[in-house]
């Protein structure tokens, strides 16, 4: 019966999803107080609350900021948390980003995994059970508009709105997300100021602007010579000698006969995989390092990091390579500036859920004990989420799933830091599959049109469980 229910909603489901890729919903800078997250975001919001209320739900636009569609009556809400905002389209697509394009089974366009499908699934999965099924307690969906960059939606939300008491946010990875590690955001710093009278120093750096939790493919540096000490040729075939014997993928490019500049290339992934990637700031710190000692020019940071960090990413040689059920440490040098004579080393570390920030914090500070200069600072900390694989949320959700697709899959731990943090009790569920490639913002983004149609019947029966 369920299956038929659904099945009745296809075309629905295929159209709507569409309709809300149509909508280009990247986070704009506005002026309007009632759409702060921009015009589009906003057009997004009102098109699904009308949507919600053509369907026969009760609906709330918050102030611009976030809204719910919700059905049901009772004094429990649950909830289910999505986001209607997109990353920016990128390059290169086969399919136009913004038109929701139906190909061998696929709708192509930014955000139709992440998250607008998976949001029209939830959706067409409340109306599902509001015209067949009795519950008991209430339901809302919750659209956040600020997902991809600060979540001020769903702080505003927090602020003014019922917490759901349960729920889950189909943002993520089915079978279902019981642990996600803490996320740290920190830095080591120290003071910088070039002199004339070294015989080599650092003008300038830049890394492109790469945020923290991705693996920088490109970082530069200048460097400048003193000329009246040093032969520039001599130099140049130093660094080059240093390059050769690390084989690491460094240009050299002379700029006049005092500056040059290095350029060291990597391999981008993301900051939760540092092993994916190669790291091109790392790479270029130990290059600088060996250089610069070869001149009587040492820097203490990057002598800290070629002992302490060098090319690892789990921590190992600053004894933080914490490890539990929910995987290792992990450590992403996501950035290096120097800025108001300050050298700064920005990392993103994924932290296991049992580990604590503070004994990190203490490591750290012993390490960095042995120079004068390094100041390390805690800039953000998102503590991990954690439930136990047998609470009653997880393994209901994980159970549904198995029963659904017929498979006998565990709940999961991710390096991630997913929607389901909005509110305690909440665990990812879906959309996307096992197995299969995440689509999440790359460039032909897409949702099978069974994803969509399995998650729907699987929501579905989720809604029924916990609201029964
Ligand atoms: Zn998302």
């Known amino acids: 019966m369920l299956d038929a229910i659904i099945e009745n909603y296809k075309n629905d489901i295929i159209e709507q999803t569409q309709k809300l890729i149509q909508i280009p919903s990247v986070h704009k800078d506005s002026p309007n107080p009632f759409q702060p997250f921009g015009k589009e975001a906003n057009n997004a919001l009102e098109y699904i609350l009308s949507l919600g209320e053509s369907l026969g739900f009760r609906t709330k636009n918050v102030d611009g900021y976030c809204g719910y569609i919700e059905f049901g009556e009772g004094d429990d809400l649950v909830g289910i948390i999505g986001h209607l905002d997109v990353v920016p389209e990128g390059e290169n697509w086969t399919y136009p980003p913004f038109e929701g394009q139906l190909h061998n089974g696929n709708i192509y366009g930014r955000g139709a995994i992440d998250d607008k499908g998976p949001v029209v699934a939830s959706l067409y999965a409340m109306k599902a059970v509001m015209e067949n099924f009795q519950i008991h307690k209430r339901v809302r969906l919750i659209l956040g508009l600020n997902e991809e960059r600060d979540w001020k939606c769903i702080n505003y939300y927090k602020e003014h709105e019922e917490i759901p008491t349960i729920g889950f ?111 091109s700031i790392s790479r270029l710190i130990i290059i600088l390092d060996e250089f610069l000692k070869n001149y009587n020019c040492s820097i203490p940071l990057f002598d800290f990091f070629t002992k302490h960090i060098n090319l690892e990413y789990n921590g190992k040689s600053l004894n933080i390579d914490f490890k539990d059920e929910s995987g ?84 999961i731990a991710i390096g991630g830091a997913t929607y389901a943090r909005a509110f305690p009790n909440f665990v990812s569920f879906g959309a996307n599959l096992p197995g299969h490639k995440d689509m999440c913002h790359q460039t032909d983004e897409f949702i099978s049109i069974d994803n969509l149609m399995l998650s729907c019947k699987i929501y579905t029966k989720a809604i029924l469980e916990l609201a029964k």
């Not at 070039?194 to 300038?204: E, G, Q, R, V």
């Not at 530069?220 to 390059?243: F, G, Q």
């Not at 203490?362 to 120079?371: D, E, N, T, V």
């Open 328 to 411: 290792p440490l992990t450590l992403n040098i996501g950035n290096m500036s120097l800025e108001n004579n300050i050298l700064k080393i920005g990392m993103n570390l994924r932290v296991p859920v049992h580990s604590k920030l503070e004994d990190i914090e203490a490591l750290f500070a012993k390490h960095i004990s042995c120079y004068d200069n390094l100041t390390y600072l805690t800039e953000k900390y998102m503590s991990p989420l954690y439930i136990s694989k047998d609470n009653y949320l997880v393994s209901t959700l994980c159970k549904i799933y198995n029963e659904t697709t017929n498979q006998n899959l565990e709940p």
């Open 169 to 279: 946010s189909p943002d993520a990875d089915f079978p279902c997300i019981y642990a996600e590690k803490g996320v740290l955001n920190s830095s080591i710093s120290m003071p910088y100021n070039a002199n004339a009278s070294d015989n080599i120093y650092i003008t300038n750096i830049d890394c492109n602007n790469n945020p923290l939790n991705v693996v920088p493919k490109i970082c530069s540096a200048c460097l400048k010579i003193n000329s009246s000490k040093l032969i520039m040729e001599n130099c140049i075939s130093t660094i080059k000698s240093i390059i050769e014997k690390y084989d690491f993928e460094i240009d050299i490019y002379k700029i006049n006969d005092e500056e040059l500049k290095l350029t060291s290339h990597g391999v981008q992934a993301h900051g939760a995989h540092p092993d994916l990637g190669i790291n």
